[in-house]
């Protein structure tokens, strides 16, 4: 179990805030030496907490405004079915993200497209095609928002 002390929760939100900053000014910023906090980082990626570093883009400046979720049920409920079904909503350039779900839906797939004649061709000439695709139930994003930093509990 990774160490979640005040000078990891520190680190993990800082990097949250900017992953470029150079591990000088991050030791500064936490109140750490330089060697202390550079192993700390890289005990933070060695035991998993840190999976990558990415840069966070503008989807509108992406010629992408028009975001939404698309809920979709699928039938059979079989491991080929999921499996495919991910892999090509994962194939997609309009998706964001996709997320395998209980309950209503089995998947919750995030998509951005440049406007409401895009969506309507991904939902239904694409993601309806699919063989498994029982139901489509699609829900426009009016702002998407995160919180940042996440924090271990």
Not at 70 to 84: F, H, N, S
Request: net charge neutral; charged share 25%.
């Amino acid at each position: 179990m990774p160490n979640f002390d005040t000078v990891n929760r520190r680190l993990l939100a800082e990097l949250q805030r900017n992953a470029r900053q150079t591990n000088r000014e991050l030791a500064r910023i936490i109140g750490t030496a330089e060697s202390t906090c550079l192993e700390r980082v890289r005990l933070l990626h060695a035991d998993g907490v840190i999976t990558g570093h990415h840069t966070e883009v503008d989807l509108p400046a992406l010629g992408r405004p028009v975001q939404a979720i698309i809920g979709v049920r699928l039938q059979p409920k079989t491991r080929a079915a999921v499996d495919e079904f991910r892999t090509l909503a994962l194939a997609l350039a309009e998706t964001i993200a996709a997320f395998h779900t209980a309950g209503a839906d089995d998947f919750l797939v995030h998509v951005a497209v440049p406007g409401t004649r895009e969506l309507d061709g991904l939902v239904l000439d694409r993601l309806a095609a699919h063989w498994a695709v029982a139901e489509l139930r699609t829900t426009l994003v009016y702002e998407h928002s995160r919180r940042r930093p996440v924090e271990p509990l």
